[in-house]
Protein backbone atom coordinates (compact mmCIF):
# COMPACT_ATOMS: atom_id res chain seq x y z
CA UNK A 1 0.00 0.00 0.00
CA UNK A 2 1.18 3.34 -0.70
CA UNK A 3 1.45 5.33 2.00
CA UNK A 4 2.78 8.70 3.32
CA UNK A 5 2.84 9.40 7.01
CA UNK A 6 3.77 12.54 8.64
CA UNK A 7 4.80 13.66 12.22
CA UNK A 8 6.85 16.33 14.16
CA UNK A 9 4.09 19.19 14.33
CA UNK A 10 3.20 20.95 17.09
CA UNK A 11 3.32 23.89 19.04
CA UNK A 12 6.31 26.37 18.77
CA UNK A 13 6.69 29.91 19.78
CA UNK A 14 7.16 32.95 17.19
CA UNK A 15 10.80 32.96 15.95
CA UNK A 16 11.19 29.45 16.66
CA UNK A 17 11.92 26.25 14.77
CA UNK A 18 10.00 22.89 14.06
CA UNK A 19 10.99 20.09 11.56
CA UNK A 20 8.11 18.10 9.59
CA UNK A 21 8.66 14.48 8.21
CA UNK A 22 7.33 12.67 5.93
CA UNK A 23 7.62 8.63 5.86
CA UNK A 24 7.03 7.27 2.52
CA UNK A 25 6.34 3.47 1.62
CA UNK A 26 4.78 1.35 -1.32
CA UNK A 27 6.28 3.14 -4.16
CA UNK A 28 10.08 3.58 -5.49
CA UNK A 29 10.68 6.80 -3.59
CA UNK A 30 13.17 7.82 -5.78
CA UNK A 31 11.28 8.10 -9.03
CA UNK A 32 9.17 10.66 -7.46
CA UNK A 33 9.28 14.47 -6.57
CA UNK A 34 7.84 15.24 -3.07
CA UNK A 35 5.85 17.86 -1.53
CA UNK A 36 4.71 19.86 1.06
CA UNK A 37 0.78 21.66 1.05
CA UNK A 38 -1.12 23.55 3.93
CA UNK A 39 -4.01 24.63 4.94
CA UNK A 40 -4.35 27.28 7.32
CA UNK A 41 -7.42 27.60 9.28
CA UNK A 42 -10.38 28.74 7.35
CA UNK A 43 -8.17 29.05 4.67
CA UNK A 44 -7.70 27.36 1.58
CA UNK A 45 -4.54 24.84 -0.14
CA UNK A 46 -0.86 26.30 -0.38
CA UNK A 47 1.35 25.07 -1.87
CA UNK A 48 4.73 25.22 -0.19
CA UNK A 49 7.64 23.09 -1.88
CA UNK A 50 8.83 20.26 -3.96
CA UNK A 51 11.95 18.63 -4.27
CA UNK A 52 12.55 16.45 -7.29
CA UNK A 53 13.07 12.67 -6.98
CA UNK A 54 16.78 13.29 -7.12
CA UNK A 55 17.14 15.85 -4.13
CA UNK A 56 19.49 17.76 -6.23
CA UNK A 57 16.22 20.37 -7.02
CA UNK A 58 13.78 22.27 -4.58
CA UNK A 59 11.42 25.13 -5.17
CA UNK A 60 9.71 27.21 -2.35
CA UNK A 61 6.86 29.20 -2.20
CA UNK A 62 7.97 33.04 -1.77
CA UNK A 63 6.02 32.84 1.18
CA UNK A 64 8.37 30.69 2.97
CA UNK A 65 11.48 31.02 0.84
CA UNK A 66 14.61 31.65 3.32
CA UNK A 67 12.93 30.35 6.25
CA UNK A 68 11.81 26.97 4.93
CA UNK A 69 14.07 23.49 3.55
CA UNK A 70 12.38 20.75 2.38
CA UNK A 71 14.99 17.60 2.18
CA UNK A 72 15.02 14.41 1.67
CA UNK A 73 17.12 10.95 2.74
CA UNK A 74 17.02 7.57 0.08
CA UNK A 75 18.16 5.90 2.62
CA UNK A 76 15.05 5.92 4.82
CA UNK A 77 12.56 7.09 2.17
CA UNK A 78 11.93 10.46 4.00
CA UNK A 79 11.00 13.63 2.74
CA UNK A 80 11.57 16.32 5.65
CA UNK A 81 11.20 20.58 6.17
CA UNK A 82 12.84 22.40 8.37
CA UNK A 83 10.88 25.40 9.24
CA UNK A 84 13.00 28.50 10.87
CA UNK A 85 11.76 32.12 11.93
CA UNK A 86 7.95 31.02 12.80
CA UNK A 87 5.79 33.26 12.39
CA UNK A 88 1.75 33.31 13.09
CA UNK A 89 0.78 33.00 9.99
CA UNK A 90 2.43 29.84 9.64
CA UNK A 91 0.07 28.08 11.51
CA UNK A 92 -1.58 25.01 9.44
CA UNK A 93 -2.20 21.46 8.95
CA UNK A 94 1.11 20.35 6.71
CA UNK A 95 0.70 17.51 4.38
CA UNK A 96 3.24 15.44 2.91
CA UNK A 97 1.95 14.68 -1.09
CA UNK A 98 3.96 12.63 -3.97
CA UNK A 99 3.73 13.66 -8.09
CA UNK A 100 2.06 11.17 -9.65
CA UNK A 101 4.56 11.47 -12.82
CA UNK A 102 7.64 9.86 -12.43
CA UNK A 103 10.49 12.67 -12.18
CA UNK A 104 11.96 12.78 -15.30
CA UNK A 105 13.50 16.70 -14.54
CA UNK A 106 11.69 18.69 -15.77
CA UNK A 107 8.54 21.34 -14.08
CA UNK A 108 5.88 19.34 -15.65
CA UNK A 109 3.19 17.22 -13.60
CA UNK A 110 -0.22 15.24 -13.16
CA UNK A 111 -0.98 16.29 -9.86
CA UNK A 112 -0.32 15.19 -6.76
CA UNK A 113 -1.98 11.69 -6.00
CA UNK A 114 -1.20 10.33 -2.33
CA UNK A 115 -1.23 12.87 0.43
CA UNK A 116 -0.41 12.06 4.32
CA UNK A 117 -2.96 12.24 6.69
CA UNK A 118 -1.47 15.86 7.63
CA UNK A 119 0.57 17.07 10.22
CA UNK A 120 -0.73 20.46 12.80
CA UNK A 121 1.78 22.98 13.25
CA UNK A 122 0.93 25.85 15.13
CA UNK A 123 2.55 29.20 15.85
CA UNK A 124 1.51 30.78 19.10
CA UNK A 125 3.04 32.67 22.22
CA UNK B 1 3.31 33.37 -10.72
CA UNK B 2 0.87 31.90 -12.49
CA UNK B 3 -2.93 32.79 -10.54
CA UNK B 4 -5.89 30.24 -10.12
CA UNK B 5 -8.98 31.95 -10.41
CA UNK B 6 -11.93 29.31 -9.30
CA UNK B 7 -15.22 29.97 -9.29
CA UNK B 8 -18.09 30.10 -7.50
CA UNK B 9 -16.23 30.47 -3.83
CA UNK B 10 -19.36 28.63 -2.69
CA UNK B 11 -22.44 26.48 -3.88
CA UNK B 12 -25.30 24.60 -2.39
CA UNK B 13 -27.11 21.97 -4.85
CA UNK B 14 -29.53 18.58 -4.16
CA UNK B 15 -28.91 15.44 -5.02
CA UNK B 16 -29.04 14.39 -8.56
CA UNK B 17 -28.26 18.00 -9.84
CA UNK B 18 -25.32 19.07 -12.21
CA UNK B 19 -22.63 21.38 -10.65
CA UNK B 20 -19.91 22.74 -12.54
CA UNK B 21 -17.19 24.77 -10.78
CA UNK B 22 -14.84 27.02 -13.22
CA UNK B 23 -10.85 27.38 -12.81
CA UNK B 24 -9.24 30.04 -15.08
CA UNK B 25 -5.81 30.49 -15.27
CA UNK B 26 -4.18 33.83 -15.48
CA UNK B 27 -1.38 32.77 -18.61
CA UNK B 28 -1.87 29.17 -20.63
CA UNK B 29 -0.92 25.97 -18.83
CA UNK B 30 -1.97 23.93 -21.97
CA UNK B 31 -3.73 20.45 -19.90
CA UNK B 32 -1.46 20.83 -16.62
CA UNK B 33 -4.26 20.96 -14.44
CA UNK B 34 -5.78 19.02 -11.42
CA UNK B 35 -8.32 18.94 -9.45
CA UNK B 36 -8.42 18.03 -5.82
CA UNK B 37 -11.41 16.84 -3.22
CA UNK B 38 -10.94 18.18 0.17
CA UNK B 39 -13.41 16.68 3.35
CA UNK B 40 -12.77 18.63 6.66
CA UNK B 41 -10.57 16.48 8.93
CA UNK B 42 -9.11 13.92 5.70
CA UNK B 43 -6.35 14.59 3.46
CA UNK B 44 -7.03 16.02 0.01
CA UNK B 45 -7.65 13.56 -3.26
CA UNK B 46 -6.56 14.02 -6.57
CA UNK B 47 -9.78 13.22 -8.45
CA UNK B 48 -8.26 14.67 -12.23
CA UNK B 49 -5.21 15.22 -13.82
CA UNK B 50 -3.86 16.28 -16.85
CA UNK B 51 -7.21 18.30 -17.44
CA UNK B 52 -9.60 15.47 -17.98
CA UNK B 53 -8.07 12.11 -16.92
CA UNK B 54 -9.92 10.69 -14.00
CA UNK B 55 -8.09 9.66 -10.99
CA UNK B 56 -8.06 5.95 -10.39
CA UNK B 57 -11.04 5.05 -7.92
CA UNK B 58 -13.23 7.89 -8.72
CA UNK B 59 -16.62 7.91 -9.77
CA UNK B 60 -17.26 8.62 -13.43
CA UNK B 61 -19.95 10.98 -12.71
CA UNK B 62 -16.96 13.37 -12.52
CA UNK B 63 -15.54 14.38 -15.08
CA UNK B 64 -13.24 17.65 -16.56
CA UNK B 65 -12.30 19.22 -19.53
CA UNK B 66 -10.53 22.82 -20.46
CA UNK B 67 -7.17 23.44 -22.09
CA UNK B 68 -5.29 26.79 -22.47
CA UNK B 69 -6.44 29.14 -19.81
CA UNK B 70 -10.01 27.86 -19.38
CA UNK B 71 -11.04 24.33 -17.50
CA UNK B 72 -14.09 22.92 -15.72
CA UNK B 73 -14.79 20.15 -12.69
CA UNK B 74 -18.19 18.59 -13.37
CA UNK B 75 -19.76 16.93 -11.18
CA UNK B 76 -23.21 14.89 -13.57
CA UNK B 77 -25.16 14.19 -10.31
CA UNK B 78 -24.48 15.03 -7.25
CA UNK B 79 -24.15 12.82 -4.49
CA UNK B 80 -24.02 13.08 -0.95
CA UNK B 81 -20.84 11.98 -0.64
CA UNK B 82 -19.40 14.98 -3.29
CA UNK B 83 -19.73 17.72 0.01
CA UNK B 84 -16.63 19.31 0.47
CA UNK B 85 -14.36 21.74 -0.80
CA UNK B 86 -13.14 21.46 -4.58
CA UNK B 87 -9.48 22.77 -5.65
CA UNK B 88 -7.93 23.34 -9.46
CA UNK B 89 -4.05 23.49 -9.19
CA UNK B 90 -1.40 24.12 -11.90
CA UNK B 91 1.19 21.55 -12.61
CA UNK B 92 2.79 23.61 -15.43
CA UNK B 93 5.25 25.79 -13.27
CA UNK B 94 7.18 26.40 -10.36
CA UNK B 95 5.56 27.35 -7.99
CA UNK B 96 2.82 25.45 -8.37
CA UNK B 97 -0.67 27.64 -7.39
CA UNK B 98 -4.12 26.89 -6.32
CA UNK B 99 -7.43 28.42 -7.17
CA UNK B 100 -8.81 29.45 -3.93
CA UNK B 101 -11.22 26.84 -3.52
CA UNK B 102 -15.31 25.77 -3.97
CA UNK B 103 -17.23 25.42 -0.81
CA UNK B 104 -19.96 22.57 -2.15
CA UNK B 105 -22.75 21.97 0.34
CA UNK B 106 -25.73 19.33 -0.59
CA UNK B 107 -29.37 21.11 0.16
Known amino acids: EVQLVESGGGLVQPGGSLRLSCAAS????????MSWVRQAPGRGLEWVST????????YYAASVKGRFTISRDSSKDTVSLQMNSLRDDDTAVFYC??????????????????WGQGTTVTVSS | DIQMAQSPSSLSASVGDRVTITCRAS??????LSWYQHKPGKAPSLLIY???TLQAGVPSRFSGSGSGTDFTLTISSLQPDDFGSYYC?????????FGQGTKVEIK
Open chain 2, 50 to 52: SAS
Open chain 2, 27 to 32: RGISDY
Open chain 1, 51 to 58: ISGSGRTA
Open chain 1, 97 to 114: TKAKRLWVGDLLDYGMDV
Open chain 1, 26 to 33: GFTFNNFA
Open chain 2, 89 to 97: QQDYTMPRT
